[in-house]
């Protein structure tokens, strides 16, 4: 066979799937040798595949292959749920070279509290913890305990020693979720159904056990943070946040319309973002002589962007294409220099989402902008400005130019209607009536 240079072999294994890893690891025993660490660097963690990579198993020599661990299995019985977790959880200094975990497991809403939080605890307790970089927490339930049940029913006293106490009232439930966080740490990754920015109060309990827990402690540490939930909420009055000076890269998504000021908590807690992505249906309105997302100039370093489309109170409809230039026009006019890409989604979730993309193209002289609309398999190409020009650059305008000052607009949520038209029409009232096309 002819003789591949490693580096050439290793940029090739990263381009391709797990299923044709597997397919060239069975032509010789030379892939297959090289091809381990590609095959074996994720493990979801049972009690039937944990026997295999204990000392003295078939796989235990895999297990310095292991980067990335799940311990989250699907729900079956209280017991065997217990098992597993507590099991698993104590294994996990097998896998020596292990940088990435996930935390999931899945039980009756009587005993999600407790299962979760006595998982992560013996978790942090194992030596590997400390080099762990990505964390992901999965904990998605809304459901609300049913205290009137005996959880204790069919549990045996190793399982209640893990489990700890488990609260019988509502009252009963920590105000507090003391966590203990790998040094290491680097990126967290949330799954819930409720995510509160708020401090927590017993009046007024989340039912994910996050309790404050993006607080002063994960402000140094985190470069990159995501959230996934139904609803996101934030104080109402922003004052005093925890501002976490080293994340880059942030990601939300949510199914609801967000409580209290979305962008304007962002832009105060996440102030060195280079990576900003918000995918939710809800699309922001903003008035039509505004510029959408203007808060967004407070983040100088911003690079990419993906956000909601942004849309105009009814009857008009979603922003067009000249209003969309003129939003980037204004973010990179007030300060955003490094801007490279800008997408602007219209229903995210749908099966054939609606896209509407700009790519910065950076010249000494000046910059312009190379949109693309993408409908389904569609797209459709276009240069901003028309004629190609290019638009200086800030600190090229001359002194005495006076430029609108313009006002932070907060934006509202709301679910899009279905019968609002997809674009503005250049013959609506609104369109003549105060709005005027970007021109630099």
């Not at 070279?97 to 009756?108: D, F, Y």
């Not at 026009?329 to 219209?346: H, P, S």
């Not at 950076?362 to 389904?376: C, K």
């Not at 130019?401 to 949520?413: F, G």
Request: aromatic fraction near 10%; proline fraction near 8%; hydrophobic fraction near 35%.
């Amino acid at each position: 066979m002819f003789p591949f240079p490693a580096e050439l072999l290793i940029e090739i294994f990263t381009q391709l799937t797990r299923k044709d890893l597997y397919n060239i690891a069975l032509c010789s025993k030379s892939y297959r040798r090289q091809l381990l660490p590609f095959l074996f660097d994720r493990l979801s963690l049972s009690l039937d595949s944990l026997v295999s990579f204990q000392e003295g198993g078939h796989f235990h020599y895999l297990c310095q292959y292991v980067r990335q661990i799940s311990i989250a299995q699907r729900y079956t019985s209280n017991s065997e749920a217990i098992n597993q977790a507590r099991i698993c959880s104590s294994c996990l200094d097998l896998f020596s070279n292990a940088t990435s975990v996930l935390i999931g497991p899945q039980i009756s809403a009587d005993l999600q509290y407790n299962l979760f939080a006595a998982t992560l605890k013996q978790i942090s307790e194992q030596r590997v913890y400390d080099s762990i970089k990505i964390l992901s927490l999965s904990y998605p339930s809304d459901a609300l305990p049913n205290f009137t049940r005996n959880p204790f029913l069919n549990m045996t006293e190793t399982n209640r020693q893990f489990m700890g106490d488990i609260p019988r009232t509502s009252s009963q439930l920590p105000e507090t979720f003391d966590m203990t966080l790998p040094s290491s740490l680097e990126e967290l990754v949330v799954t819930v159904g409720q995510f509160s920015f708020r401090k927590p109060s017993k009046r007024q309990h989340p039912s994910f056990p996050n309790l404050f827990l993006l607080n002063r402690h994960l402000a140094d540490k985190l470069k990159r943070l995501e959230i996934r939930a139904k609803t996101i909420e934030f104080p109402s009055v922003n004052s005093h946040p925890v501002v976490f000076h080293n994340v880059k890269i942030l990601r939300l998504e949510f199914e609801r319309p967000p409580q209290g000021k979305l962008m304007d908590n962002l832009v105060s807690r996440f102030q060195n973002l280079e990576d900003l992505t918000i995918e939710t249906p809800d699309l922001p309105v903003c008035p039509p002589t505004s510029i959408a997302y203007l808060n967004l100039v407070r983040l100088p370093r911003l690079k990419q962007a993906k956000i909601p489309w942004p849309r105009a109170p009814w009857p008009h409809g979603c922003f067009n294409r000249v209003q969309l230039t003129n939003v980037i026009g204004e973010w990179i006019l007030r300060g955003i220099d490094a801007l490279e890409r800008v997408e602007f989604l219209q229903t995210p979730m749908a099966r054939f989402r609606k896209t509407m993309s700009f790519t910065v193209v950076r010249e000494p002289e000046g910059w312009r902008l190379l949109g693309e609309i993408q409908t389904g398999g569609q797209k459709t190409r276009f240069i901003e400005p028309e004629n190609g020009e290019l638009i200086s650059w800030p600190s090229q305008q001359t002194s005495g130019e006076v430029r609108e000052v313009r006002e932070v607009v907060d934006l509202t949520w709301g679910l899009i209607n279905p019968g609002y038209p997809n674009f503005w029409g250049h013959n609506s009232a609104a369109y003549h009536e105060g709005y005027e096309p970007f021109d630099g």
